[in-house]
């Protein structure tokens, strides 16, 4: 069985139909100055019933490609958020 990558971030945005977008944070050591840095990424997540809504902490799975850019589908809404 393959390894699948599990994702976790907040929702910034609604796009589409079945879709939201997701900032994923990650902390790295910066290499000349050793100091921790914050990287972001944004992954395009498939929302089957439409359950996350923008502000919401949420966990991915990755899958096989629905479209281009997606190949997450969501798995867990992990805390509500305010909106």
């Given amino acids: 069985m393959a390894y699948k990558r599990v ?3 907040k929702v910034v945005k609604k796009s589409g139909d ?9 902390k ?3 290499p000349k100055y050793h100091k ?3 990287r972001f990424k944004k ?3 498939h929302d089957e019933h439409n359950k996350a809504k923008v502000g919401d902490i949420v966990t991915a799975v990755e899958c096989r490609p629905i ?5 997450f589908r969501l798995k867990e809404i992990v805390q509500a958020g305010v909106e």
């Fill in 7 to 9: 994702i976790q971030g």
């Fill in 18 to 26: 079945k879709t939201v977008s997701l900032l994923v944070e990650r």
């Fill in 28 to 30: 790295v050591v910066h």
């Fill in 36 to 38: 921790i840095v914050k």
């Fill in 43 to 45: 992954y395009l997540v």
């Fill in 67 to 71: 479209s281009k850019r997606k190949s």
